[in-house]
């Protein structure tokens, strides 16, 4: 089914698991035996729905549907938090909220996932090196906004595109790693621009280019991305929309723009009131409320 522009939304949130004393804890595949009584890599709970991620030590909590009422979705992801957490007390864990834990060493704790869709973590691992704080220290939230058709996508995208520059700005809680201050208040975002230089087409120059149609976008995205992965993919396991991986990504097989550079917060209402922020502000945008649209799309990616 698709849906038209604004007219629902979808909110991903990612949480570290640690112990007691804090440290990084890969225990995702025991939460879920907790919750389900067996290994799975989704877990269905109501509204809100557990997933796996790369690393043993990251959940992650979604809209199981798009949904259209996001004012009150931090309750939902609050109370899905204190279950989580009360699954783990018998672990002696927890979760962790913001974008990095600020002492984790990833080189000597990262743990890959080791159940479904194991081989294609694998082969990251192989490609990337996935033991590095871009891989398995960068919690973040993504927003999925919704686009009909090529008018819609058009609108949508040369929004989001002038936006994303300054998202990162509102909401980086990640200052610190390995115990120092990096420099950067969005360390998670520095990590991102080169976690993949081995194959730079895949993360681009994270702004994502002046596309605004979905054959334009197959074009100038999707098909390079393809030829460059094919050395490392022989078996042709990595899909296009998956290795995608700029700050926001086209998903036309499901009809909706993926917002990605949005740093972790302490609690699920501080998440939801920079997803609205960000909503709004968009709305505005497509609505040309600034300037028309034939201004905003050639907007460089530089």
């Known amino acids: 089914m698709s849906y038209h522009i604004f007219e629902v939304y979808g909110i991903e949130l990612e949480y570290m698991l640690v112990n007691k004393d804090l440290q990084v804890n890969p225990v995702t ?18 509204k809100i729905e557990w997933s796996n991620e790369l690393v043993g030590h990251v959940v992650e909590l ?25 699954l783990l007390k018998p672990l002696e864990s927890q979760l962790l909220p913001t974008a990095a834990h600020p002492l984790m060493d990833p080189l000597k704790e990262t743990k890959l996932w080791e159940h479904d869709y194991n081989e294609i973590y694998e082969l990251y691992n192989q490609i990337f090196d996935c033991n590095g704080h871009g891989w398995s220290n960068v919690q ?9 058709n090529d008018n819609e ?66 074009r100038g995205i999707f098909a390079p991305i393809k030829e460059a992965i094919k050395p490392y993919d022989k078996k042709g396991i990595l899909e296009h929309h998956f290795l995608n991986s700029r700050g926001a990504i086209a998903r036309f097989d499901r009809g909706a723009i993926e ?3 949005i740093d972790l917060q302490e609690c699920p209402k501080a998440d939801m009131a920079i997803a609205i922020l960000v909503i709004e502000t968009l709305k505005s945008i497509v609505n040309e409320e600034f300037i028309p649209l034939e201004e905003q799309k050639p907007w460089k990616e530089d």
Not at 29 to 41: N, Q
Not at 62 to 78: G, R, V
Not at 174 to 197: A, C, H, V, W
């Open 153 to 218: 996508f058009e609108k949508l995208h040369a929004a989001i595109r002038i936006l994303l520059p300054i998202i990162p700005g509102l909401s980086a809680s990640s200052p610190i790693f390995e115990g120092q201050l990096t420099g950067f208040m969005d360390s998670r975002m520095e990590m991102y621009k080169t976690n993949q230089k081995e194959v730079p087409q895949i993360a681009g120059k994270v702004i994502p280019e002046c596309l605004y149609t979905k054959e334009e976008y197959h």
């Open 29 to 46: 595949d025991k939460l879920f035996i907790e919750k389900t009584g067996k290994i799975t890599s989704d877990v269905e709970n109501g």
């Open 62 to 86: 979604k809209t199981a549907c798009p949904t259209s009422e996001i004012e009150h979705l931090d309750e939902l992801f609050a109370e899905n938090i204190t279950e989580i957490n009360s």
């Open 140 to 148: 973040s939230m993504h927003i999925n906004l919704p686009f009909a």
């Open 259 to 261: 917002i990605r550079v």
